[in-house]
């Protein structure tokens, strides 16, 4: 059942016929009061509810309603309908934990994708069972990645959007395509997207193609990244980093499920599933308005926190265990053993870079080891390992042991910036951030 809560009569109506007749179970109310009493006595699987009652534009009932529908009904998702004047009533709605909105008039087809993706959420639709799932290998058995892996089951089958967050290295990408392969999309592609690095006069061009002679260069038509993905996943990595000029356009087609590309006059639709990633702290972004908080919420209705490798110790050991024996299969040779005390250094090291700086550093020692057993010293280890002792202090916070990896891998390459790049596992581009962040200067 879906229960329908707006005090306009045509609304209720368009949406009850609309409903039905998609072979949905529509029941449509018209004030706050009988809204609570179906709260209180039904279990409705989706509740679309209006904003504002009584001509108010303030929305305080719409507001009251829908926190009185989280305690009544946790698990149902719930869509707000606002119209074009009232979107930041629509985000406090988000705030307040509804599953999304759409604005007065509405699309009917983009109405029901919404509709159904909400029901792909709630609780009788949204379970994996484990025999079924696909870890696309992601390694570990550390009680945090377990807790991130089951949120993955249960929303993998849905086309709800989902925003990963976590440091660099923290394997971001493989968690995205988890997400895909276990979902419908799976057959169809799964695209990659590094925001970062696109620059906002060349935004619309690479997201939404472009017709031949749109501008100086355009020799050809070409797709952009949303028509390549069409009928997949299109993952949006550092969207943290993406230019304010271009976070405008990524909303418009996150919202309307449409794109238009440059020099056409025909609109095309997205359809699309949307994974973001970044490292940034977007709750920062957004109060200091670097961010555009409607982006925010548009694309953070699922959140994943990765945690770093330094809170994974457990699964250390499984993946050496496994960068060993694939680097030694990527480069013909035999898989070297490794001595309990490499194998205790290594488990109690921070690893500013995570997971890839010790893929880096398991096939870096590898390549130079000729005696067919890896010491600690075949590693290279440009930080102390950290005292994981329960009564011990910490020397150092989190970012001066950061700071100090950053300066002894410097110096260790002699300041060659690739080369440490390497030695910490992360971009050359990651590297000139965190320098500047901390002002290491040669």
């Known amino acids: 059942m879906i229960l329908i809560v707006d005090d306009d009569s045509a609304v209720r109506t368009a949406l009850t016929f609309l409903l039905k007749r998609e072979g949905y179970n529509p029941i449509a109310v018209g004030n706050p009061a009988e809204a609570l009493t179906y709260f209180r006595s039904a279990s409705p699987e989706l509740i679309i509810l209006d904003m504002n009652f009584s001509r108010s534009t303030s929305g305080e009932e719409g507001i009251h309603l829908l926190k009185q529908a989280a305690i009544?009904?946790?698990?149902?998702?719930?869509?707000?309908?606002?119209?074009?004047?009232?979107?930041?009533?629509?985000?406090?709605?988000?705030?307040?934990?509804?599953?999304?909105?759409?604005?007065?008039?509405?699309?009917?087809?983009?109405?029901?994708?919404?509709?159904?993706?909400?029901?792909?959420?709630?609780?009788?639709?949204?379970?994996?069972?484990e025999s079924n799932f696909d870890r696309v290998g992601i390694i570990g058995k550390s009680k945090g990645l377990q807790e991130v892996l089951?949120?993955?089951?249960?929303?993998?089958?849905?086309?709800?959007?989902?925003?990963?967050?976590?440091?660099?290295?923290?394997?971001?990408?493989?968690?995205?395509?988890?997400?895909h392969y276990n979902s419908r999309r799976s057959e169809n592609p799964f695209l990659e997207v590094n925001l970062g690095g696109i620059p906002a006069s060349l935004f619309e061009s690479e997201m939404f193609g472009h017709a031949k002679g749109a501008f100086t260069g355009a020799v050809?038509?070409?797709?952009?990244?949303?028509?390549?993905?069409?009928?997949?996943?299109?993952?949006?990595?550092?969207?943290?980093?993406?230019?304010?000029?271009?976070?405008?356009?990524?909303?418009?087609v996150l919202q309307e499920h449409t794109f238009q590309p440059l020099g056409e006059s025909r609109t095309r639709r997205a359809d699309v599933r949307v994974i973001s990633a970044t490292n940034a702290d977007l709750k920062a972004k957004v109060e200091d308005r670097s961010f555009r908080e409607d982006l925010?919420?548009?694309?953070?209705?699922?959140?994943?926190?990765?945690?770093?490798?330094?809170?994974?110790?457990?699964?250390?050991?499984?993946?050496?265990?496994?960068?060993?024996?694939?680097a030694?299969?990527?480069?013909?040779?035999?898989?070297?053993?490794?001595?309990?005390?490499?194998?205790?250094?290594?488990?109690?090291?921070?690893?500013?870079?995570?997971?890839?700086?010790?893929?880096?550093?398991?096939?870096?020692?590898?390549?130079?080891?000729?005696?067919?057993?890896?010491?600690?010293?075949?590693?290279?280890?440009?930080?102390?390992?950290?005292?994981?002792?329960?009564?011990?202090?910490?020397p150092s916070t989190l970012a001066e042991l950061e700071k100090n990896a950053i300066v002894k891998a410097l110096e260790q390459s002699d300041?060659?910036?690739?080369?440490?790049?390497?030695?910490?596992?992360?971009?050359?581009?990651?590297?000139?951030?965190?320098?500047?962040?901390?002002?290491?200067?040669?």
């Open 150 to 179: 089951t949120t993955v089951e249960r929303v993998a089958a849905s086309d709800a959007p989902v925003l990963i967050l976590g440091e660099n290295g923290t394997g971001k990408e493989l968690i995205a395509r988890a997400l």
């Open 328 to 394: 030694s299969a990527r480069h013909h040779i035999s898989i070297p053993e490794i001595s309990s005390e490499a194998m205790s250094v290594l488990t109690r090291l921070n690893y500013p870079g995570n997971i890839r700086q010790l893929k880096n550093m398991v096939e870096r020692a590898i390549l130079v080891n000729s005696s067919g057993r890896l010491e600690s010293e075949d590693f290279h280890i440009c930080e102390e390992p950290a005292t994981i002792s329960a009564t011990s202090t910490t």
């Open 220 to 252: 050809s038509a070409r797709k952009g990244r949303f028509e390549e993905a069409d009928g997949g996943t299109i993952f949006l990595d550092e969207i943290g980093d993406l230019e304010p000029a271009s976070q405008v356009k990524m909303l418009r």
């Open 72 to 129: 009544f009904h946790p698990q149902t998702p719930v869509i707000l309908i606002t119209a074009w004047g009232s979107i930041d009533l629509a985000v406090e709605g988000m705030r307040n934990g509804a599953f999304d909105f759409i604005t007065k008039p509405w699309d009917n087809r983009m109405l029901l994708s919404r509709i159904r993706t909400a029901l792909q959420l709630s609780e009788k639709n949204r379970s994996v069972t």
């Open 296 to 326: 925010f919420y548009r694309i953070n209705l699922i959140t994943l926190h990765l945690p770093p490798l330094r809170e994974r110790r457990d699964d250390i050991p499984l993946l050496v265990k496994h960068f060993m024996q694939d």
């Open 415 to 442: 300041w060659n910036l690739s080369q440490a790049s390497l030695i910490l596992g992360i971009t050359r581009q990651a590297l000139y951030r965190k320098m500047d962040k901390y002002s290491i200067m040669k």
